[in-house]
């Protein structure tokens, strides 16, 4: 199976705007979908597909992709926005169709 | 609004059987096209997919764990559930069930709240 690497950990000043990256082959022919997951709670999908954001999720979530790089900005990250952010999308050699990023700490200072 | 809701032991002895259901509410497990998942998390550690159910009872599963998962469907009782077979201190993790769809664009949506299972020796 094919591998999504994302950085450990990022930090960001409160109101500040914080990118979050997610590496790997699958991302050349899927969009990722990213997850918010904070602790004790099950993950929470913030952005998916070109350009998809679901109901209910703040308008400074984004996404983007570029060559086998997808990202997740935050503008104007808040205090509630500290959480683990998980990228996935479909795996390019389909066993398992699935692949999961490494996950990012997002610490809001 | 669908809902998922995971059920099942939470402590399972090392070499013995796992055994989770996720129960569906606000829709028909058999209506529509999604898949049916299964994502496990250890503490402290990413998210492994463990395999889904189509809603016409097909399935896949991750090739680490073939030879010892299977997943099936209750369409009776609007559930889908986990058998995971001899399982080691290394199946401890919160086990979450999930919906999804065959559309490559659609993301995991709806996820129950977990179920964290520890594997005894």
């Known amino acids: 199976s094919s591998e999504l690497t994302q950085d450990p950990a990022v930090s960001v000043a409160l109101g500040q705007t914080v990118r979050i990256t997610c590496q790997g082959d699958s991302l050349r022919i899927y969009y990722a979908s990213w997850y918010q997951q904070k602790p004790g709670q099950a993950p929470v999908v913030v952005f998916y597909g070109k350009n998809k954001r679901p109901s209910g999720i703040p308008d400074r979530f984004s996404g983007s992709r570029s060559g086998n790089t997808a990202s997740l900005t935050i503008n104007g990250a808040q205090a509630e926005d500290e959480a683990d952010y998980y990228c996935?999308?479909?795996?390019?050699?389909?066993?398992?169709?699935?692949?999961f990023g490494t996950g990012t700490k997002v610490t809001v200072l | 609004q669908v809902q998922l809701q995971e059920s099942g032991p939470g402590l399972v002895k090392a070499s013995q059987t796992l055994s989770l259901t996720c129960t569906v509410s606000?829709?028909?497990?058999?209506?529509?096209?999604?898949?049916w998942n299964w994502i496990r998390q250890p503490a402290g550690k990413g998210l492994e997919w463990i395999g889904h159910i189509y809603t016409d009872g097909r399935t896949n599963y991750n090739p680490s764990l073939r030879s010892r998962v299977t997943i099936s469907l209750d369409t009776s009782e609007n559930q889908f559930s986990l058998r995971l077979t001899s399982v080691t201190a290394a199946d401890t993790a919160v086990y979450y069930c999930v919906r999804d769809s065959p559309q490559l664009v659609l993301p995991f949506d709806y996820w129950g709240q977990g179920t964290l299972v520890t594997v005894s020796s």
């Open positions: 996935n999308s479909r795996d390019i050699n389909g066993n398992p169709p699935y692949v």
């Open positions: 606000g829709g028909s497990i058999s209506s529509g096209s999604y898949y």
